[in-house]
């Protein structure tokens, strides 16, 4: 089975910030990768698949790179609104998530 | 617009079974495969069973294989999961998940199932 490592697990960050969030694959998984933002008490929402494609609708300030097994999600310009907890997904073999990073306000 | 909606939920009782449904709209249902994954409380996200567009291909998680059993109509535009033996750690909210074509993924609401020891 693929395992995926998300650091770190908490984040505190302000708003306007640069937020740097990095998953990791125990194998390669070519850009089958997909980051979730979710809020408490919701449905968990795709931001980014296929390792760098925007969903419609999600703000630009959002963006994701990466392949193989290192890639990261990025918020340009932390909004208040981005304050949830996000988690990276892994689609090559089934599906597994990291375990999830939770942008906090400092 | 891709909705989903699951129903099913509730309160059982340690070793019950329950019966998940999740009625969709907004796409050709049958051409999409499907998921189920869920969350318990506090916890992460946890995918727990795939169903191909036919249901010739399905898939578990080691954690529910043999007790959990997902299908599919097509014609009613809705795929379920049947849960027994159901134990205290299969608590949380389960959603169900269009899976990935040339879209993104796209999540129900959840419903939550609570099992009580």
């Known amino acids: 089975d693929i395992q995926m490592t998300q650091s770190p697990s908490t984040l505190s960050a302000s708003v306007g910030d640069r937020v740097t969030i990095t998953c990791r694959a125990s194998q390669s998984i070519s850009s089958w990768l997909a980051w979730h933002q979710q809020k408490p008490g919701k449905a968990p929402k795709v931001l980014i698949y296929?390792?760098?494609t925007l969903e419609s609708g999600v703000p630009s300030r959002f963006s994701g790179s990466g392949s193989g097994t290192e890639f990261t999600l990025t918020i340009s310009s932390l909004q208040p609104d981005d304050f949830a907890t996000y988690y990276c997904?892994?689609?090559?073999?089934?599906?597994?998530f990291g375990q999830g990073t939770k942008v906090e306000i400092k | 617009e891709v909705q989903l909606v699951e129903s099913g939920g509730g309160l059982v009782q340690s070793g019950g079974s329950l019966r998940l449904s999740c009625e969709a709209s907004?796409?050709?249902?049958?051409?999409?495969?499907m998921n189920w994954v869920r969350q318990a409380p506090g916890k992460g996200l946890e995918w727990l069973s795939y169903?191909?567009?036919?249901?010739?291909?399905?898939y578990y998680a080691d954690s529910v294989k043999g007790r959990f059993t997902i299908s599919r109509d097509n014609a009613k535009n809705s795929v379920s999961l049947q849960m027994s033996s159901l134990r205290a750690e299969d608590t949380a909210v389960y959603y169900c998940?269009?899976?990935?074509?040339?879209?993104?993924?796209?999540w129900g609401q959840g419903t939550l199932v609570t099992v009580s020891s």
């Open positions: 296929k390792a760098s």
């Open positions: 997904q892994q689609y090559n073999s089934y599906w597994t």
């Open positions: 907004g796409f050709r249902f049958s051409s999409f495969s």
């Open positions: 998940v269009r899976d990935y074509d040339s879209d993104a993924a796209s």
């Open positions: 169903i191909s567009r036919t249901s010739s291909t399905i």
